[in-house]
């Protein structure tokens, strides 16, 4: 890696090199903190935002300005990885043109590195435009959560051979449009095999099997944080909230015995300087 960030040479270089890439999401400044002090090379600011930290149902509800709001933090917090900022529901499918001023909005905005969109062939202006202004972008095939419906729920996608015909075409246009990378979420470890032979960019998996480029993850799931359904391909590495529980519950049983705060935590005065703001 050269000084500083990672770049999006240094991830085809570890593709060159069959280096696994770790993408992990963040939403936060103390999350990016913890995730690139970790080593994670690559923060993907997701729309996943809209169900782990906004209790939305799914990620069609979430704004460009959440994503903005929430990349300005990750990017702060962050040092080393590359960062990348989603563009959510509809901020690149109803005009090539206004795709690219939303990813600039992005870059501009937040300091990000680069910015993911979901689809293949269907927005491959978008992907031109954007790709086409300079702006490193990242594809997202499969399952794509912003079209869940139209896909008919969270489910596998490609085991159908015309499904899986369609996403390799659409893999093949988004390097060729200029993406410079690519996560496949939710589909055939077959399927994900030949699409990451076949591409010459990283391709990230979700659900996607061991023989694509990289792994990416949702942090809460990683952590234990997120309390709704956990999709088979999560594996869960931490048990965060039932230690963060033990210790809320600690210190609310501790302030209503009177036990915090202790000597320690406390300021003193002087007898005197008391008195003295107590006269008449
Ligand atoms: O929004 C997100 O977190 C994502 C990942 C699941 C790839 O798109």
């Known amino acids: 890696m050269s000084a500083g960030r990672f770049s999006t040479l240094d991830f085809i270089e570890m593709k060159q090199k069959k280096e696994k890439i770790t993408m992990i999401t963040a939403y936060d400044h103390p999350t990016a903190q913890l995730v690139d002090e970790a080593g994670a090379e690559f923060i993907l600011v997701g729309d996943s935002l809209g169900m782990v930290v906004l209790g939305y149902e799914d990620t069609l509800a979430v704004t460009l300005d959440d994503m903005i709001h929430h990349g300005k933090a ?100 988004l390097e060729e449009a200029g993406a410079f990378s690519l996560v496949l979420e939710c589909v055939p470890w077959q399927l994900a095999k030949v699409i990451t032979e076949k591409l010459s960019i990283p391709v990230i998996g979700i659900g996607a099997g061991k023989f694509c480029d990289g792994q990416v993850l949702v942090y809460h799931d990683v952590m234990g944080l997120y309390t709704g359904k956990r999709p088979k391909f999560v594996k869960q590495y931490a048990e965060a909230r039932n230690e963060m529980m033990k210790g809320m519950q600690a210190y609310i049983s501790e302030v209503r015995q009177s036990i915090f705060p202790e000597e320690k935590h406390i300021f003193t005065m002087s007898e005197e300087a008391l008195a003295k703001a107590l006269e008449t």
Not at 117 to 123: C, P, R, T, V, Y
Not at 139 to 152: D, E, I, K, R, Y
């Open 74 to 173: 990750v990017v702060r917090g962050s040092k080393n990885a590359f960062v990348v900022v989603d563009m959510p529901f509809l901020t690149y499918e109803v005009s090539s043109e206004k795709a690219l001023l939303n990813a600039g909005r992005i870059i501009q905005e937040t300091g990000a590195q680069g910015v993911k969109l979901e689809g293949g062939l269907e927005i491959i202006d978008a992907v031109k435009s954007i790709t086409g202004s300079g702006i490193p972008l990242v594809g997202h095939l499969g399952l794509t959560p912003q079209s869940a419906g139209q896909l008919g729920g969270f489910k596998v996608q490609g085991k159908d051979p015309r499904v899986a015909k369609k996403m390799i075409e659409d893999s093949l246009a």
